[in-house]
């Protein structure tokens, strides 16, 4: 089956940086658009970053432009997130799924967290 497992979040400073990881199973990798997500306590979850099929081309919500960069591995069936310039408002947990403007997938991955505090 589908499975999607994050990795890679902590606590970090204002201003500092993380690398997301999320190993896919279940789908043909190469095939489909895959995306990042966070959700915030008390908000709803919400599109970070989607990155195409090839890779080649990338979209991010606009307040993690220039801060974060997608990225994927298709001989790993991995996505990475590189966050950069960490803000306390970028505090959530993070989910990848495969599509590129939403989930594609029901089952969603147990997330990572991520959360930057002084």
């Known amino acids: 089956q589908v499975q999607f497992v994050e990795s890679g979040g902590g606590l970090v400073q204002p201003g500092g940086s993380l690398r997301l990881s999320c190993a896919a199973s279940g789908f043909t990798f190469s095939s489909y658009a895959m995306s990042w997500y966070r959700q915030a306590p008390g908000k709803e979850r919400e599109l970070v970053a989607a990155?195409?099929?090839?890779?080649?081309?990338?979209n991010y919500y606009n307040s993690v432009k220039d801060r974060f960069t997608i990225s994927r591995d298709n001989a790993k069936n991995t996505v990475y997130l590189q966050m950069h310039s960490l803000k306390p408002e970028d505090t959530a947990v993070y989910y990848c799924?495969?599509?590129?403007?939403?989930?594609?997938?029901?089952?969603w991955g147990q997330g990572t967290q991520v959360t930057v505090s002084s």
């Open positions: 799924n495969a599509g590129w403007s939403g989930g594609i997938f029901d089952s």
């Open positions: 990155v195409r099929s090839t890779g080649g081309r990338t």
